[in-house]
């Protein structure tokens, strides 16, 4: 469950800073909206996403691995529109906007899963040395 609410965490925080730095991404209240938003992103993520990248694997191995980024942005896009229909207070205003903001998610949520990650592993290396 930990792990759940860390993601849900390095998620809205990453889509806060995509709203704050792309022009045409935003939205409407606070955290809430945020958080809303970060589980809805989580499960396109988590359904589409898959089915998505199988079915376009041989662009994904042709651009050798750029079409993700296109994939991200489709994500990110269809989230949105999911998102408004759940009454969620979320926009991305076209695919450009979508595919800065996704790369915007991507770095933020790389940078902060790395020095949470990196937390995670000294606690168990320690714990590891004081067994042995």
Do not use: H
Request: a positive charge; glycine letters at 6%.
């Amino acid at each position: 469950m930990s792990k759940f609410l860390v993601r849900l965490v390095v998620t809205s925080f990453a889509l806060y800073v995509a709203v704050q730095l792309v022009p045409g991404i935003t939205y409407e209240g606070g955290w809430p909206v945020l958080v809303a938003m970060a589980i809805i992103f989580g499960l396109v993520n988590a359904v589409v996403r898959p089915i998505l990248s199988f079915l376009t694997c041989p662009l994904i191995v042709l651009t050798m691995g750029v079409f993700i980024l296109v994939i991200n942005a489709s994500m990110l896009l269809m989230a949105a529109r999911l998102a408004r229909v759940l009454a969620v207070s979320f926009y991305v205003q076209g695919f450009g906007a979508a595919f800065c903001g996704a790369v915007v998610i991507s770095i933020v949520s790389f940078f902060m899963n790395v020095f949470i990650a990196d937390k995670g592993q000294d606690k168990d290396r320690r714990r590891t040395r004081a067994i042995s």
